[in-house]
């Protein structure tokens, strides 16, 4: 069952620690299948040198295990949440990355400083708030992915034009069309965050990229007018 | 004699520059046998590169050598006033990774600021004080291991919630419950503490994460009520 | 047609990411035949994992297609006008390397703080100003070249003396006689770029260097009197 | 003629780019023959990749090549006075290592805040004055030798127990018994100039490290009463 989409999640996991995004098992990569409702997900603290297709698990939107011996990520409920209010998203990131984590712990957006975030970030990544205690010891973490949620929907941001957020005191999590999708925006999420945190290095008054070339280099790639790369 | 503990403290030895936590010879890894209450540690200033396990050099919990060639590691006095005062532990690290000796020198212990850190650390990793001239041109290497244990007793922390130091104007120093868990705690203490370098680059006045999120964080992967990995 | 400059482009481009300068597709080079008005330039968006000498793009200096099937990059407009403005240039790299993005994303020149710099670029690297919301709703990546022009004119720089510049919120390019020296330029760039953030790191207020070293360290390479290297 | 000195220099010339020291040809290392009276040095501008022990550069103490095709280092001259006034090196390295530049460009000495920095530099790293002008238009490499001389005179610094210096503007030049450790030593400024870097960040007013630390941990290195390694 999902042999395709289990192929890619697994390729995605493993990309992980290719591009030097985690540490360990601090990381895990889903992927949906839309029509049947199933996420495909990494299992928790299995390391990525050991891991094999077959080891992933699968679950339905209510978490149920579907496939699979291994318990899913710890993690799994935020994915849930995440594929089930934005459905646009078809895989799912989650990482401890170092640069990104800063900003998190620091709980503050990530600016748009300039043209290599707005390429794949149309504006600041958003922080999202801290949970209560009550949340906190309650269903952690699908209350994760519900503050993430709430900001997007506060904010009015549409995920596929930020398809990332950093959450205070903990970390990034990432989505894209599919899980490889997903890694890319995880491996820029990173780079933009080590490169804001360089300005600010340079010049901690530095200020956001303006509008105009917000909308010139994030169009340029996305949308009906886009012109970049071969299409 | 000891063949396992001494395949064990060898591995776990390679693992510190493959880890990429060691420059030349700046670390040192050892394991307990409580049983026979003997300790099998790296020799002083070998080569990791050229390092055997039959170079290990193996003493009691005195400094006696009982078996090897070489000279212990100049650090064995610290590591077994650690195994002497806090019995729980199987393995002992020390090494000069550059951003938890960054702390060690500001003399600062490493908040707390988020989820990476709580994963591990439960609660702020201390910073044991410097030794007075008296201690330093004592027992030096012994006076460490006891500037140590004194801050832990004196904040009331126990060792294995708390797995790691970082000792003033000099390193850190990890622990486990066997060599290879002590060299894992070493690398998370590392990370952790360039995660929090770059956490106060983004904003010096950076708070540390909420107590609920250290219990949520920690607890889920240690004690009873766990559900991190496969159980 | 263009063999040789073809194969020197490619190289030219594989060259980057084996310096780490660029993640996934964001850099490009070129080269240009001066007698026959011919640019090779990299494609949009191509991998360089998968990117052959046979997929580089040749384009007149008006920016027609003269050669390929795939589109230039996207970056063409930018070059070209380099080409035209700068008559000594043979070769033309753009690249978001992170450190020299953070000086262009804090909208700064790169001082000369050293000997590093002086070897290379004889004075502080301009950073060109920001586009305005008409300039980049316009003719973007020719305005880009455009401002570039504009500041080496207004200080009366020689692009042979300073073979680099950084455009405000957005980043590197860099020249050369070739593709390869343009390399070399953007390499050295990078290394300054980081070089110049650790020392205001060491000293937020840290001096450059006196105009003798400079005098002394760019002829000491440069020009009838240089005597570094074999000649 | 100098066949085993040819052969380590070579080597020791090798491990710089191994080490991570340097980019490009920007480095070199030299030894000397001391019944001779010979130097032997990389020649200028040679890439790493393509030296070969036959193209080292043999000098007498006054700079004359004695024997081989290339010219040496631009830095000669530095290395030869290093030579003549500190009689007890047998190896130097000249690196533009970028944790050590950044405080050179600070025109700061690098201070000992920890056991790292006192077991192998016995108190603060010097940084040389910037050269006048008239100093940079004349004997410019032979007066950057003078003026390392000059402060090592001047604090009364024995070169045996600070065996390294920065040069205001440039970079490091270190030194040791033979060409190998004088590499080692330039491994460890880089490493130590790179952690007072990171401890400027925890903390900006950061205290050096007490004076019985020096004295302990170079002292249980060097000297009579060492304890350290293998004797």
């Known amino acids: 069952m999902l042999e395709e989409l289990r192929q890619a999640v697994w390729a995605a996991n493993l990309e992980l620690p290719r591009r030097g995004l985690v540490t360990y098992t601090w ?13 495909v997900i990494k299992p928790s603290g299995v390391d990525y040198d050991a891991l094999k297709p077959e080891n992933l698990v699968v679950v339905d939107l209510d978490g149920n295990r579907v496939e699979g ?8 409920a935020t ?9 646009t ?6 990482t401890h990355s170092p640069n990104a984590v800063a900003w998190a712990q620091a709980g503050e957006d990530i600016p748009c400083y300039g043209t290599t975030h707005a390429d794949y970030f149309y504006g600041s990544i ?12 309650g269903d952690y973490e699908g209350n994760t992915g519900r503050v993430i949620v709430e900001i997007f929907r506060k ?27 997903a890694v890319y925006h995880s491996v820029v999420l990173e780079e933009v965050a080590r490169m804001a945190i ?9 200020h956001v990229a303006p509008q105009a070339m917000l909308d010139k280099h994030f169009l340029r790639k996305h949308g009906p007018n ?5 299409r």
Do not use: M
């Open 27 to 39: 990381g895990n990569v889903s992927g949906i299948d839309r029509d049947r409702g199933l996420v």
């Open 69 to 76: 011996d291994l318990n899913p990520s710890s993690d799994t």
């Open 79 to 87: 994915h849930l949440i995440l594929y089930k209010e934005f459905p």
């Open 89 to 94: 998203l078809g895989g799912v990131v989650h």
């Open 126 to 137: 958003p922080c999202a708030r801290c949970l209560s205690k009550t949340e906190i010891d």
């Open 155 to 181: 904010r009015n941001i549409n995920p596929v034009h930020v398809p990332g957020v950093i959450c205070a005191g903990h970390g990034p999590f990432t989505w894209g069309n599919n899980p490889a999708q």
């Open 198 to 206: 360089l300005t600010r290095q340079v010049c901690p008054s530095a």
């Open 226 to 230: 886009a012109y970049y790369g071969q």
